[in-house]
């Protein structure tokens, strides 16, 4: 495995699992060998993981990312990351994770890759190559990769309008407001959903008439036209105003219904 080291391919398949699947630290690591007789530093495990990982899972990691461009449909996201003692950086400054996985067809895939900020030239160079469909929130950092159609998700935008129904007095949440409506348009798009969990891809392509969007503008001119009226008390009008954030992706969620047969996303 290494040069002039002792550990064994099980050996470190067993620590590197230990730590990053079942959350064990290395320090309890080298208690646990050191009540069974084995006397292993937590300076010699460490240099285990990274050596590992350089020598062996890079190229793994590698081989993944090019199975990853060949597929027809991916999914991406991003969080922040605080990391101590980077060097060059304070330890307040933050950091992002990038995610990237393919979706329920095709071999499972998922792809970290670590940057210290959110620029959108980040996911343009991890998937220079990839053309397809990509399932995404709302952030802009995506919206000029080339040869990739955006795909948006209604998760993020029923949260908005979940988020302004329950900005409203008790009293009002079971009126006709237009964050009910929006709200209810996403549970019935759900419902269907869980119903076609298990369906496949043609299958799930099958038009519904459950999924009718509310009247006048659709789910999108339901968002856009909410605004406050000049009556609205001001601790209120936060709740009329994140509406329209989640129309930010009024495209990529329309996109979803023009998937093509084989295709569509999860």
């Known amino acids: 495995m290494l040069p002039g080291s002792l550990v064994s391919p099980s050996a470190m398949a067993y620590i590197m699992t230990q730590k990053y699947v079942e959350s064990m630290p290395l320090y309890r690591q080298e208690q646990h060998f050191a009540r069974l007789g084995v006397e292993l530093s937590r300076q010699t495990l460490a240099n285990w993981m990274v050596q590992g990982a350089d020598r062996w899972l890079s190229l793994l990691y590698a081989r993944m990312h090019k199975h990853l461009w060949a597929q027809d449909i991916l999914h991406a996201d991003e969080t922040t990351l605080q990391v101590l003692r980077e060097p060059g950086r304070s330890a307040k400054n933050t950091s992002y994770l990038w995610l990237y996985r393919t979706g329920?067809?095709?071999?499972?895939?998922?792809?970290?890759?670590?940057?210290i900020t959110r620029a959108s030239e980040h996911p343009r160079r991890y998937l220079s190559g990839f053309k397809g469909y990509l399932h995404v929130d709302g952030y802009a950092g995506y919206n000029e990769l080339p040869d990739v159609t955006l795909v948006g998700c209604w998760a993020h935008a029923r949260r908005k309008f979940d988020e302004?129904?329950?900005a409203l007095p008790a009293a009002q949440r079971n009126a006709a407001v237009a964050a009910k409506e929006g709200l209810e348009f996403c549970n019935r798009l759900f419902a269907i959903e869980r119903d076609l969990r298990e369906a496949t891809p043609g299958g799930a392509l099958c038009p519904s008439p459950r999924i009718q969007s509310p009247g006048g503008g659709g789910?999108?001119?339901?968002?856009?036209i909410s605004e406050p009226p000049r009556s609205a008390e001001k601790r209120l009008r936060p709740s009329y105003q994140i509406l329209p954030q989640s129309v930010g992706q009024t495209h990529g969620l329309s996109t979803r219904g023009t998937v093509g047969p084989g295709q569509q996303p999860e």
Not at 104 to 115: N, Q, T
Not at 219 to 224: H, L, N, R, Y
């Open 104 to 115: 329920r067809a095709g071999p499972s895939i998922i792809l970290y890759d670590y940057r």
């Open 164 to 166: 302004a129904l329950k």
């Open 219 to 224: 789910v999108f001119g339901v968002a856009e």
